[in-house]
């Protein structure tokens, strides 16, 4: 079956950095889309970064591009989000998502707790 597990996370101050990490299996890695979702208290879980099954082509919202990098090893079937220059607004659940489109996921991992406070 398909799990993610997710990890990572922890508590930063503002202006650190943190790498997440997604190990994923019960799949063919390489041929999907895979996405990092976030969810802070009282919000829509919202899409922040995606890429391609070959790693090729990335994608990020608004909030955090020029922040944030995607990256996946196929070899590990793992992919990661390194997050720079955190914000107090980045304070959220982070998932790790199995997408079947470039819009959308089918499975995500339990999350990982993310928290930017001094």
């Known amino acids: 079956q398909v799990q993610l597990v997710e990890s990572g996370g922890g508590l930063v101050q503002p202006g650190g950095s943190l790498r997440l990490s997604c190990a994923a299996s019960?799949?063919?890695?390489?041929?999907?889309?895979m996405g990092w979702y976030r969810q802070a208290p009282g919000k829509e879980r919202d899409l922040v970064a995606r890429?391609?099954?070959?790693?090729?082509?990335?994608n990020y919202s608004d909030s955090v591009k020029g922040r944030f990098t995607i990256s996946r090893d196929n070899a590990k079937n793992t992919v990661y989000l390194q997050m720079t220059n955190l914000k107090p607004d980045d304070t959220a659940v982070y998932y790790c998502?199995?997408?079947?489109?470039?819009?959308?996921?089918?499975?995500w991992g339990q999350g990982t707790q993310v928290t930017v406070s001094s």
């Open positions: 890429i391609t099954g070959s790693g090729a082509l990335t």
């Open positions: 019960g799949f063919v890695f390489s041929i999907y889309f």
């Open positions: 998502a199995r997408l079947t489109t470039w819009t959308s996921g089918d499975y």
